[in-house]
């Protein structure tokens, strides 16, 4: 089943030509609604008539989250605030979060964009979705939620947590499909497990996750767990939210909706074009957003797209799956973390000195974060009572900062290397890839 056959098949040159109207479009009306663009291009002296070309998007500048952030709160939005209807931040960064305002009408593309995917992963109306994505600000919920409902699907919105609720669920109400990140869906195997349940006692038919970065190992060990093929989700919030481009049953990358985000493979250092099928940085733009357009977004996501007819007959443009990050952003149980938000925050709490480590380890199924910091000498030679004390603060400043739960070990000054290679050693990252 094809959602929309005219659009997900069309021809390279007819789509191409969709696109430069619509690159048009959205360069023109960024330039004259949104002071930020209008700022930009007027100072690198590029203007919405220069696009006479698809590649012509070269001329452009990008946008980056911290453009987005500097234009907190609604600073990037090109229509007046009556118009949204739903906002969005994205999750786990430094600061202010970066925010994402949507019109009725970007609802509709995104709910549009995911009902392709969701059909392209054999799903219809006779469905029943488990979403065990949160609900909230994060666009993680509500993305497959606008999705499955407009192919008229059954969606169950429970959000993460409540395994056994979960498990409950998914029986009593015969859900065929599941929403959740890799390592969510490993917890839920093992407690199926336990409890005994096989999955020949399910109805399940497909699995949807996203995320988290994940590997071809951790997708087999899921559908093996499962007996159900797993498919995967991406998007991001500045850009829609999950949904931006998804996996059809061949499960040999993911067809971005090229009709509404237009893709660019960059170089991150000399931050030109690589040749089609090289791995590079992901750069979207969205091509159709009426209240927040984006363009040129630097995702730091590193993957590469292909062109050509896939074997399910659609022919939008494909992705593989992101295999790393071009800064040093970590993904640590969905959630985005940097090292200096772990840094502020040990800086924050007396007693220790700026030399840490931060280690990642899956001892079994979910990520594990350890910080090793050095204590000052003061303190670690003279006050050992007060150790205990400064380890709970520090774990407490750093939950407060990331949101996540982590070991704090305090180790004696002068114990943790100082440099490899010119460059201090800040994470090592034991999980597999
Ligand atoms: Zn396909």
Not at 77 to 87: G, N, P, S
Not at 298 to 317: A, P, Q
Not at 392 to 410: P, S, Y
Request: charged share 30%; glycine share 8%; aromatic share 8%.
């Amino acid at each position: 089943m094809i959602w929309d056959k005219d659009i997900e098949c069309m021809s390279s040159e007819d789509m191409q030509e969709l696109q430069l109207k619509r690159l048009q479009d959205v360069v023109y009306k960024a330039f004259n609604e949104v002071p930020y663009y209008h700022k930009r291009y007027s100072e690198e002296n590029v203007y919405p008539e220069d696009i006479q070309t698809l590649d012509d998007i070269e001329k452009l500048p990008f946008t980056t989250k911290t453009d987005l952030r500097a234009s907190y709160p609604f600073g990037l939005f090109a229509v007046d605030q009556k118009e949204i209807v739903e906002i969005h931040t994205s999750s786990g960064t430094t600061g202010k979060p970066t925010v994402s305002g949507y019109t009725r009408e970007d609802i509709d593309i995104w709910s549009e964009v995911v009902a392709r995917g969701l059909t392209m992963m054999g799903i219809d109306e006779n469905d029943i979705i488990q979403n065990t994505h949160g609900y909230g600000l994060f666009t993680g919920g509500f993305g497959v939620h606008y999705g499955g409902q407009k192919i008229g699907a059954t969606v169950i919105p429970i959000s993460t947590g409540q395994t056994l609720r979960q498990i409950e669920l998914m029986k009593d109400f015969k859900t065929t499909m599941i929403i959740f990140t890799p390592s969510y869906g490993l917890h839920i195997a093992e407690e199926l497990d336990a409890m005994g349940i096989k999955p020949s006692d399910l109805n399940l038919k497909a699995i949807g996750f996203g995320s988290e970065s994940w590997t071809e190992e951790m997708r087999k060990q899921i559908e093996d767990k499962f007996k159900t093929p797993a498919y995967n989700i991406y998007g991001l919030t500045e850009v829609i939210g999950p949904g931006v481009a998804m996996e059809c049953e061949q499960q040999e990358g993911l067809h971005i909706y090229e009709d509404h985000f237009y893709p660019e493979i960059i170089d991150s250092k000399t931050l030109k074009h690589v040749p089609e099928g090289k791995t590079g940085e992901l750069v979207l733009t969205t091509l159709t957003r009426v209240g927040m357009p984006i363009i040129r977004f630097r995702t730091h996501d590193v993957t590469s797209i292909h062109r050509g007819r896939c074997g399910c007959g659609r022919t939008f443009v494909k992705m593989d799956r992101i295999t790393g990050r071009t800064d040093d952003m970590l993904k640590i149980k969905g959630v985005s973390v940097f090292p200096s938000q772990i840094e502020k925050a040990l800086l924050s709490v007396e007693g220790v000195e700026p030399h840490y480590q931060i280690i990642l380890t899956r001892p079994d199924i979910l990520d594990q974060i350890e910080v090793k910091v050095e204590a000052s000498p003061e303190i670690f030679f003279d006050n050992i009572k007060e150790l205990v004390g400064i380890r709970d603060k520090l774990a407490q400043a750093i939950h407060d900062e990331i949101g996540l739960r982590v070991n704090v070990t305090l180790v004696e000054p002068k114990t943790i290397d100082r440099v490899d290679s010119g460059k201090a050693v800040r994470v090592i990252d034991k999980r597999e890839k």
